[in-house]
């Protein structure tokens, strides 16, 4: 079909420029649903007149139907949505960065969702679906234990996923950390909370702040409660996390302003898992904590990184350098060009 495609756009590449057209408002429609006429026009740059033609085919075509609040995708209209989407994203090349990028950072798969996250929360959203597409196909029959961590994305992705409960899989969601004193809601608590509700399976809290000293963490591990999360943990077989720009991070860790200067000059641009990393990889500073150490990736068999935006980019590379190799990738186009600049495709 891809081949197909490449032939039509070769004689014929004006229908592949109004199919590419009515992709973008199919997508616009879906991302932001219900949406006016008025306000779609403004988002996509088009004139009302424009539009008006576009969105009255699509209507024929029964993919969008409208209503007093705007204008919402039908039934058919997600599903030929998702799967021109998918068409459209294989004909811009999009499987070739997926393939560049898993290669580049020896890891086991990238999977790049179209446009910018920083521009685009919706996208994010996203992320959600495409995680809960690929969890439901590699979670292993029998008990798995999701170890998953906080931020805004994974906030955002948590809402999103669908039930992944069958009648020989159960899961169980922890947090993969102690709790670093931001918003509840974007708390790894919360976020595993979310995730298990939205699935189907089971949650185990830990009421732990994060960064504790030696003689506190000791006293806290006597805790039974505290101690079988911490035992749950240590025995997930996935882990989903996100990857933070590192000052950004620091930032919400409440660090001093003397480890904020002492980031600046190691130049610092990403951190997940309390690592620290500059632009090539390097590990430039450790924060102690709670929950799941970068070393302990390498025993557990599904790992997903979730993180997107070109903001965004020059983080998920250095950390890309640390990977463990059965990292999948979720990310967006924007920050996948970034991740690629200096290499050759």
Known sequence: MLDDLKLIEAVAPEM?????????????????????????????????????????????????????SGMSLTKKGQKVFRQLEKLMNNLKGMDQLEQQI??????????????DSDLHEEIISEFGSALSDVLNVNLPIGENIIAVMGGTTMAKVAQHLKNL???????????????????????????SAVMAANSGGEHRALYVPEQLSRQTYESLLQEPSIHGVLGLISQANCVIHSIGRALHMAARRKMSEAELVMLRQKHAVAESFGYFFNENGEVVYKVSRVGI?????????????????????????????NAPQQTWLITDEAAANEILKGFSL
Request: net charge positive; hydrophobic share 40%.
């Open 293 to 321: 150490q970068l070393r302990d990736l390498e025993k557990v068999p599904l790992i997903y990184a979730i993180a997107g935006g070109k903001s965004k980019g020059k983080a998920i590379r250095a950390y890309l350098e």
């Open 102 to 115: 898993a290669k580049q950072f020896s890891i086991e798969r990238c999977l790049i969702l179209e446009g």
């Open 165 to 191: 409960e069958t009648s020989q899989r159960h899961n169980i969601f922890v947090p993969a950390r102690g709790g670093i004193g931001e918003a509840l809601s974007v708390q790894a608590n919360s976020v």
């Open 16 to 68: 592949i420029k109004l199919l590419q057209e009515r992709v973008q408002v199919l997508r616009a429609i879906y991302w932001q649903q219900p949406i006016g006429r008025r306000s779609l026009a403004d988002n996509l740059g088009m004139t009302e007149r424009v539009l008006r033609t576009e969105t009255d085919e699509l209507k024929e075509l029964e993919l969008i139907h409208s209503s007093k």
